[in-house]
């Protein structure tokens, strides 16, 4: 059945904070891919409205039916005389809309998203525009076309339906760095991190207003950067481990300028703390331990099992509810609907 949008972010901002917390408790115990595979979970969530009755939803919760309320806003308050209005949650700002058969909130949501978009296009035709100007082609073994680029601040892969790897000029004089940041955007390729990119936009742009939704993005292409490390360090080869990890400080210190902000490119920029972390799981590896994974699979399956799921159909429930939220403050009488 399709969800309500209350359910869909209710549902999502549990599995969003769920996989955070998994995300500190096995760090360093499952292959950083594996980790990074997860937010496939969350990207599944937001964008697919859709999800199966079921006891074991985290929508059958009396929290979660609270928020729900809240989010709806179907509080309904009973006047003298037996007029039943919208109560506070379904007026405020959005009363006079209301009134003419309108909701305010749709419109600022599609607002939002029409904005995010807008700047999201702007920001990659842009970066496209400058990397056409300034690209010259390079003779490179590998799978992609490899171009490079005078004053580009980081090495990336660049594209959707044609996508090619960028490298400073700077770095092109170093054929051991080179080497490494070759076999690092390609590593990029192989696991369709272009393509993800673009579903971190998409999930952005559609919960512009949802703080978790935004973590969640950065987490997992800190996490995209970590996986890609990993898939580097076995192509290249345990020999190279440490001088892979000075390619990485090395091109994060050469770094000019900001990194554009909503660029679908994957770069391999880093904040101090994030370089530091890598650099360490970079030099000691990580290995996926027995008992973490299956510990994994048993997670993920609860999660699934509660977040990818609604509530259950139940009328006394709905009855009970209706009963339970009945208030009289001496005026008039509020009470919320079950949906």
């Not at 109560?87 to 405020?92: I, Q, T």
Request: glycine share 8%; hydrophobic share 50%.
């Amino acid at each position: 059945m399709i969800a309500s949008v209350s359910e869909l972010l209710v549902t999502s901002s549990v599995l969003i904070l769920a996989l955070l917390v998994l995300r500190q408790l096995l760090r360093g115990r499952i292959s950083r891919r594996l980790q990074y595979s997860l937010w496939g979970l969350a990207a599944l969530r937001l964008l697919l409205p859709f999800s199966l009755p079921a006891g074991s939803s985290v929508m059958n919760l009396p929290s979660a039916r609270r928020v729900e309320a809240v989010i709806t806003g179907q509080t309904v308050r009973v006047q003298a005389g037996g007029t039943a209005v919208p109560g506070p949650a379904a007026a405020g700002t959005g009363a006079a809309a209301a009134s003419e058969g309108v909701s305010v909130l749709p419109v600022l949501w599609l607002a939002g998203v029409l904005a995010a978009a807008v700047w999201f296009l702007f920001v990659n035709l842009r970066f496209a525009r400058q990397l056409r100007a300034a690209r010259r082609p390079m003779a490179a073994d590998g799978s992609l076309p490899v171009y490079r680029v005078s004053g580009l601040s980081s090495p990336c892969l660049f594209g959707l339906l044609r996508p090619a790897v960028y490298v400073p000029t700077e770095v092109t004089g170093d054929p051991a760095m080179l080497r490494h940041i070759l076999v690092h955007e390609e590593s990029h390729w192989r696991q369709r991190d272009h393509i993800w990119a673009l579903v971190r936009a998409v999930c952005l742009c559609l919960y512009w207003f949802d703080p978790l939704v935004w973590a969640a993005a950065a987490a997992s292409r800190e996490d995209c950067e970590r996986a890609c490390d990993e898939r580097a360090v076995r192509v290249l080869g345990e020999p190279e481990r440490i001088a892979y990890g000075h390619t990485l400080v090395a091109v994060v210190r050469r770094m000019r300028g900001p990194v554009y902000p909503g660029c679908t490119a994957t770069t391999m920029s880093a904040g101090r703390n994030s370089l530091q972390r890598r650099i360490a799981l970079i030099v000691s590896g990580t290995r996926t331990r027995i008992w973490a994974a299956a510990a994994l699979a048993v997670c993920a399956a609860v999660l699934i099992g509660c977040t990818f799921t609604g509530r259950k159909a139940d009328p006394q429930q709905a009855l009970d509810e209706l009963e339970n939220s009945i208030a009289f403050d001496g005026t008039a009488i509020t009470f919320t609907l079950p949906e």
